[in-house]
């Protein structure tokens, strides 16, 4: 799979709003490199109506959301041009013909203390049903009797540039809230800077999550072209 070429409104390193990098742009779909910090959507109350969708509105006015990241998570973030681009993009989602890969630093030398593949760039599967936290809304925990089947993919791909710390890359095989912070957590190695599911000491490693959406691959709906992008993340 190839990373998409540049179209002629391709609009890379040019912003779609204030702190928003156009990744990619054509007539049906745009890719963003959403910084951490912003929400992908209005929340609740008048303080929480600035995101990345309203931003990338005041210059693409088609545009509508098709998932999102965590406000907290930086990364590549997939929009739709128009309704029938979202539906054909949300069945993409759905069905899982969406790859997407993330890059994190956790908490300790996850390689050492967790079973995984002997060979190095193997991958390991992290397979625990998640539940809502109720009395805690909207926290997520494993709940083995009543949570939803959920699988991370994980590869430790070096230590992270803190001390006693694990850069891994993780691939969500389901699509669960919070999924890859509370199953890092649950192992016992939440990430750096989660100021949802780490404790004290670990949340202040970091200025922020350090989780990022670096990877999105897919088929393009219309012009059937195999479509990648990557993006590194700033830690």
Same mark, same amino acid.
């Given at each position: 799979?190839?990373?998409? =070429? ?24 745009? +890719? ?23 931003? +990338? ?11 999102? @990241? ?18 054909? @993009? ?55 009797? *009543?949570?939803? =089947? ?32 509370? *199953? @890092?957590?649950?192992?016992? *190695? ?8 780490? =404790? ?6 970091? =200025? ?28």
């Amino acid at each position: 799979m190839q990373t998409a =070429p540049p179209q002629n409104n391709y609009l890379a390193g040019h912003a779609a709003g204030e702190g928003i990098e156009t990744v990619y742009a054509d007539d049906s779909l745009l +890719v963003f490199n959403k910084p951490a910090g912003l929400l992908s959507v209005p929340g609740r109350g008048e303080d929480k109506q600035d995101c990345l969708s309203r931003r +990338v509105q005041q210059h693409h006015p088609d545009a509508l959301v098709v998932h999102r @990241l965590d406000m907290a998570t930086s990364g590549l973030m997939l929009m739709a041009r128009g309704a029938e681009m979202q539906r054909a @993009l949300s069945r993409l989602f759905e069905n899982r013909e969406v790859h997407k890969r993330y890059v994190a630093v956790v908490d300790g030398l996850m390689h050492e203390n967790q079973p995984a593949p002997q060979n190095p760039g193997e991958w390991a599967l992290i397979d625990l049903p998640i539940a809502v936290d109720w009395p805690r809304r909207p926290l997520r925990i494993i709940d083995r009797e *009543h949570g939803k =089947p959920s699988q991370t993919r994980w590869r430790s791909v070096g230590s992270g540039n803190a001390a006693n710390s694990t850069r891994v890359e993780l691939e969500p095989v389901t699509g669960r809230s919070h999924q890859l912070r509370v *199953h @890092l957590q649950a192992l016992g *190695h939440p990430i750096l800077g989660d100021q949802l599911y780490a =404790p004290a000491e670990v949340q202040a490693r970091a =200025p922020r999550l350090l989780l990022h959406a670096a990877m999105l691959a897919f088929s393009h709906p219309e012009k059937g072209r195999a479509m990648r992008f990557a993006c590194e993340p700033g830690f």
